[in-house]
């Protein structure tokens, strides 16, 4: 005898299977765009951008020497993981791109590196620092305090991470980087800064990076914080 589900539930899994759905679109294209441009990206971000560098050495600098540092979103290890194993710490590399960590892996191959998305992934204690540097504003907002959330509660007390959000209120949207479609979306820095205090941490740096112009540019804002 077959069963009718009622309109409730039917509306339930609806919105479900959609939600399941959009989901795996996001997180295909974004994969499958940083496969596509893995060499270019590697390429081009062989430097630091703006205070990049005080950023990071804000984090480091409560992080003993032989510690390990959490990379969600590593990319290829460039610039941010060459520059921690420079001064003396461990990276553990998290990033869904196969191209992206097998280019991480010839460049530093003594250090850790996972495949997995960020929202999938589970950090274990035993890092002492973090960074969600330009991967965050890839996932859609309304997880990015739980995925937060994640990344402080393995950090030791007066640990530090590091992370961007864009500059300007928005909806998600895409964009194109050599050709390639990706996907955006992000809480605005003061709401960041208020989950960021629910979740116990305080304000170390906060200031934009680039400012939003209006029109394609929405801003960055780069933040470091540490955990209470």
């Known amino acids: 005898m077959a069963i009718t589900l009622p309109d409730e539930i039917r509306t339930m899994r609806l919105i479900l ?20 441009i893995a060499h270019l990206w590697n390429v081009a971000r062989n430097g630091f951008f703006g205070y990049e560098r005080e950023y990071l050495d ?3 600098s409560v992080v003993p020497i032989g510690s390990t540092i959490l990379d969600l979103g ?21 990033d869904q791109s ?40 890839h996932i859609r907002r309304t997880e990015h305090e739980l995925i937060v959330s994640k990344v402080v509660r393995g950090l030791p007390s007066g640990g530090r991470f590091m992370l961007t959000v864009g500059g300007s209120a928005h909806p998600e949207f895409t964009d194109f980087m050599y050709g390639e ?13 208020t989950f960021l205090q629910r979740l116990s941490c305080r304000m170390v740096i906060g200031e934009y990076m680039n400012l939003p112009d ?3 540019d929405k801003g960055r804002y780069a933040i470091v914080a540490e955990k209470i």
């Not at 997180?27 to 496969?35: T, V």
């Open 98 to 137: 196969e191209e992206m960590l097998r280019l991480a892996r010839q460049k530093l191959p003594h250090e850790q590196w996972v495949l997995s998305s960020i929202e999938s992934y589970e950090p274990v204690e035993g890092y002492h620092g973090a960074l969600l540097w330009d991967s965050l504003f």
């Open 214 to 216: 209006g029109g394609r």
């Open 58 to 60: 804000a984090v480091l």
């Open 181 to 193: 479609e990706f996907y955006y979306d992000s809480n605005t820095p003061q709401e960041t800064e």
């Open 74 to 94: 590593c990319g290829t290890g460039r610039p941010m993981a060459e520059y921690i194993v420079s001064r003396g710490r461990c990276v553990l590399g998290v």
């Open 17 to 36: 299977s959609q939600c399941l759905a959009n989901l795996s679109v996001r997180f295909l294209m974004n994969r499958n765009s940083y496969n596509k």
